[in-house]
């Protein structure tokens, strides 16, 4: 099946900063799906892109699907503390979600 | 709605023995979904339902994992005998194909709080 790989596995940002997670596979995607999950928490959806070049915003996120949708990105500006957790990419194949294995994201004030 | 539950929210057992754990779904998701993770695996997906039958049960790492769905509002997954590399936290997941309605985005998979397990 297809596999989605993230880059970096560790982020660490200083509060205000701004950062950019990475989420690559070697084949097309239906589409592409991020997750976060904090610390002792459990996943919550985040955004789905299904169109190629698609971004959308979510306050100071920025999600991104490549042209080629073989990639996609999460930008994140400014970051807070409420920013701290793994942020998962997701991409849905045959009913099923192939998950990457998540960038944790660690904030210092 | 009280969205994915999930029975117990931790397990602590000795190697050999049963373990059951209990999934709610959200009412009216068609899907079903089992995932562990592990800090060394990730996030796994182990078996997934639709309409509570099992579709794709090709993540079950052996034959001591046994997964049931008897009615569209209630699944279990079972280890038996438990080992203790079966120790992880065991997320239930649901969607509605269609979305919308109070039930997410389209394709929105919703997590349960998860079941820690320990296996001494």
């Known amino acids: 099946g297809q596999q989605v790989m993230q880059i970096p596995q560790y982020q660490h940002v200083q509060e205000g900063e701004d950062f950019t997670t990475y989420c690559n596979s070697s084949?097309?995607?239906?589409?592409i799906q991020w997750y976060k999950q904090r610390p002792g928490g459990h996943p919550v959806f985040l955004i789905q892109?299904?169109?190629?070049?698609e971004v959308k915003k979510q306050k100071r996120l920025t999600f991104q699907f490549g042209e080629a949708k073989k990639n996609s990105s999460l930008h994140i500006t400014a970051t807070q503390t409420t920013d701290v957790g793994t942020y998962f990419c997701?991409?849905?194949?045959?009913?099923?979600?192939?998950f990457g294995a998540g960038t944790q994201v660690v904030v210092t004030p | 709605d009280a969205g994915v539950i999930q029975s117990p929210r931790h397990e602590v057992t000795e190697m050999g023995q049963e373990v059951t754990l209990r999934c709610k779904p959200i009412?009216?998701?068609?899907?079903l979904f089992w995932y562990r993770q592990t800090m060394m695996r990730g996030l796994e997906l182990l078996i997934y339902?639709?309409?509570?039958?099992?579709?794709?049960d090709s993540g079950m790492p052996e034959d001591r994992f046994s997964a049931k769905m008897p009615n569209a509002s209630f699944s279990t997954l079972k280890i038996q005998p438990s080992e203790p590399r079966d120790s992880a936290v065991y997320f239930c997941?649901?969607?509605?194909?269609?979305?919308?309605?109070?039930?997410?985005?389209?394709?929105?998979?919703?997590f349960g709080p998860g079941t820690r397990l320990t296996v001494l």
């Open positions: 009412s009216g998701h068609d899907y």
């Open positions: 997941a649901s969607r509605s194909l269609s979305g919308g309605r109070g039930f997410g985005s389209y394709n929105e998979q919703f």
């Open positions: 997701a991409a849905l194949s045959w009913g099923k979600l192939q």
């Open positions: 892109l299904v169109k190629s070049g």
């Open positions: 339902f639709n309409n509570n039958v099992p579709i794709d």
């Open positions: 084949t097309t995607l239906s589409n």
